[in-house]
């Protein structure tokens, strides 16, 4: 499969004065392929939506790009101007927030909304993007779409108004598609809905999609490919199902482990001890070996590269390196 989007080691940092620069994002390398599902995981704080953000050019006046490329078909996103930026974010790559309330205008009904933007960015009249509006909430499985088409957002419920903006950011025909948090706010089973809709959108018409979320009991059902963050850093990187079988990093076991539905019920959840660190003052060595119980002198004084295993994972860990020299495989412990 061809890749569509290459970020190639992209650091981004917030604040203005050089000296007083805090890196939240260091050195990530990820790539999506066409019609792939790929899942950004990690605690709050990691830097997820910092680098969601950035593919969209959206990141806020204080954050920058210091270091790396975005490859989107081809095109170095970073270089391109505002008005080239804006174009693509309009046509080929959509957007879904976790917030959808702030995302729809709240005086103005949804229809309005919907044929608004489709007659904008599709150069169609309203009559036909009226049928079209009323068509894509159809495929969402919004029963009754022109009675919602009559609402405004906050007559409708937390899970109806995450499906307008899935049908909103569909319209486009993205190639794709980014949804940072996109059920949080909802409850399990309009959860479960929605990550169906979004693994449809897959199947039916080859949209990438970024699934950025903390809970990685969440996505694990829908992504091929996953990327692990911690403290601003990928620490692994690579197939879903190898990483979900056998994760290599610890964080990723730990993460892994503390997800109910991923464990045997009878076995025991895992915590992980401590916080992760502050991004102004991150640990020398590996940023995880604070809270590693694997850590020893090297974790403390290098950071680790990344390695790939024999099934193709990229992780950072120097434990793994190590294993994977004297076993012929990546797994630790
Ligand atoms: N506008 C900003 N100015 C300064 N620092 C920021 C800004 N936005 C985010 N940060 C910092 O960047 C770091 C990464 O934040 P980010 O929102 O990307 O993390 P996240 O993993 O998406 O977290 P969450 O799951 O809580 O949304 C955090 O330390 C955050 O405080």
């Known amino acids: 499969m061809e890749t569509l989007l290459d970020i190639k080691n992209l650091s981004i940092a917030f604040g203005n004065d050089l000296n007083q620069q805090v890196r939240v994002v260091s050195d990530a390398n990820i790539q999506l392929r066409y019609g792939e599902i790929l899942g950004i995981v990690g605690e709050s704080g990691c830097g997820k939506t910092t680098l969601a953000r950035c593919i969209l050019g959206l990141l806020p006046p204080s954050g920058k790009v210091v270091g790396g490329e975005i490859d989107f078909c081809g095109k170095d996103l970073l270089k391109l101007d505002k008005d080239s930026k804006r174009e693509i974010r309009g046509k080929e790559v959509g957007m879904i927030f976790q917030d959808s309330m702030a995302a729809l205008n709240p005086v103005r009904k949804i229809g309005v909304q919907f044929t608004e933007t489709l007659t904008a960015r599709m150069g169609i009249n309203k009559v036909q993007a009226k049928a079209m509006a009323i068509e894509l909430l159809t495929k969402v499985k919004l029963s009754n779409p022109t009675e919602i088409m009559g609402r405004y957002s906050f ?38 809905q929605i990550l169906k809709e979004m693994y449809s959108l897959k199947e039916q018409f080859g949209t990438s999609i970024i699934l950025v979320s903390h809970n990685l009991g969440v996505v694990y059902q829908v992504v091929d490919t996953i990327a692990v963050m911690y403290a601003g850093t990928v620490v692994e990187y690579g197939a879903s199902s190898e990483i979900f079988n056998k994760p290599n990093h610890p964080y990723t076991k730990a993460l892994i482990g503390s997800v109910p539905s991923l464990k045997e019920s009878q076995e025991e959840l895992i915590s992980i001890a401590g916080t992760p660190p502050m991004l102004h003052s991150l640990p020398d060595g590996c940023v995880f070996h604070p809270r590693c119980r694997f850590a020893s002198s090297i974790c403390r004084l290098k950071k680790p590269n990344n390695i790939q295993t024999v099934t193709g994972v990229q992780v950072a860990c120097h434990k793994v390196k190590q294993s994977a020299a004297k076993e012929g495989e990546g797994n630790i412990a």
């Not at 937390?158 to 409850?187: F, N, S």
């Open 155 to 192: 007559q409708l419920s937390g899970g109806m108004r995450q499906r307008v903006m899935i049908a909103m950011a569909l319209a486009l025909k993205p190639r794709l598609l980014i949804a940072d948090e996109p059920t949080t706010a909802l409850d399990v089973t309009v959860q479960a």
